[in-house]
């Protein structure tokens, strides 16, 4: 059975009383600083070095150091010399009035008998399940060639002859020494070329040194020593 309603006037709330703030914004003055932006710092670049521009492919990396020097920077910064301030504003609240309908007496249920309604439906059952079996595939093999390395490749780290120290004499001595222990240098001209690269390359292999740039510990396997001390 439905419900029963009745109309009704109330006053209703539209807008709850508001606490509003005004801001009084801040005052600044503007003054100039100088801010670093990058502090000095030691550079390291890669450079060209004992004929290594003639080491292709072997992995030889020379690097220089420099000093960079800092960087400024002027720039505006705003101090504060008023702040900000709020003050608190009151806006009362709104009402209004409405009319709406109210229950007065709810809806309430009344037992009804309804006969049971019957439908024959076709049913499939399960005769066998399904199946699957397992079949197997012969393996396909090939042969094929492998090369196995011993030993493992690592990046070491090397003092070397600067470009500054290799003087004409100093590289003849280094073409001899190689030509004395079995290694063609070329002509011993006291001039760095493929053919001295590929001699100190041959060199240092076989004595397990660090390959593709004049090292020193390859002037000491070669009882030789620089001139000067260059920086490392």
Do not use: H
Request: aromatic residues 6%.
């Amino acid at each position: 059975m439905p419900a029963r309603y009745r109309r009704v006037v109330e006053e209703v709330v539209v807008r709850p009383e508001v606490l509003r703030y005004e801001i009084e914004p801040a005052v600044y003055e503007e003054e100039e600083v100088t801010l670093v932006v990058e502090e000095a710092r030691g550079s390291i670049e890669p450079c060209e070095t004992s004929g290594t521009r003639f080491s292709r492919g072997v992995g030889v990396m020379a690097f220089c150091a420099s000093e960079v020097p800092a960087k400024t920077r002027t720039v505006s910064r705003k101090t504060l010399v008023s702040p900000e301030r709020t003050r608190v504003v009151i806006e009362p609240a709104q009402t209004r009035k409405i009319e709406r309908w109210v229950v007065a007496e709810p809806a309430r249920a009344v037992r009804v008998e309804v006969l049971p309604e019957t439908e024959e439906v076709e049913v499939q059952n399960l005769a066998s399940a399904e199946s699957f079996r397992l079949e197997e595939v012969p393996a396909v093999t090939e042969a094929m060639r492998v090369t196995r390395y011993e030993g493992k490749p690592r990046i070491v780290s090397r003092r070397v002859v600067c470009d500054a120290d290799l003087t004409r004499d100093f590289v003849t001595q280094v073409q001899r020494g190689l030509f004395d222990r079995g290694y063609y240098p070329g002509r011993i001209d006291g001039l760095v070329g493929s053919r001295t690269i590929e001699a100190l390359t041959a060199f240092q292999v076989d004595e397990g040194l660090a390959v593709g740039a004049l090292t020193y510990e390859s002037l000491r396997e070669l009882d030789l020593e620089v001139d000067r001390s260059p920086a490392p």
